[in-house]
């Protein structure tokens, strides 16, 4: 099993890159913010920038005009229960541009709704990070 790392370098304004060997690289980049990280108990809150290396979403508008529904990165606010190893979505906003640049837009979000993490994910990654330290 590959081990993870962090680069110690931000990538932009405070975004480190986590990278394990089954994100795949070629089709994104994900990064999380250390410094506005917030545990309670079990609680850690983040926040995660994926930053897509093709534009992501709904056909756009016109032949050459991105839509309302395309986007290039996307910021989240997570919130991992490291006890029971669950994860939630506070926040998400879709951004036009690479590294949460250019017209944003929010999308709605069942604050309720805990997820298991999943082996392999994503959140398993970002699980591995804010958990296991």
Known sequence: MAL??????????GWVVVEKDY??????????DPDTAI?????VTIRQLTDYKWLQ???????????????????????????????????FTEFSRHMGNGIAANGYVDQDAWL???????????WEVVCTR
Do not use: W
């Open 4 to 13: 993870l790392v962090l680069i110690g370098e931000p990538a932009y304004a």
């Open 23 to 32: 994100l795949d690289p070629g089709l994104q980049t994900v990064y999380i």
């Open 39 to 43: 545990r309670e108990g079990n609680l």
């Open 57 to 91: 979403g709904n056909v756009g508008l016109g032949r050459f005009m991105p839509g309302p529904h395309r986007f290039f990165s996307t910021t989240t606010r997570k919130q991992f229960d490291c006890g029971t190893k669950r994860v939630r979505l506070l926040a």
């Open 116 to 126: 298991a993490v999943e082996p392999e994910s994503i959140n398993h990654a970002l």
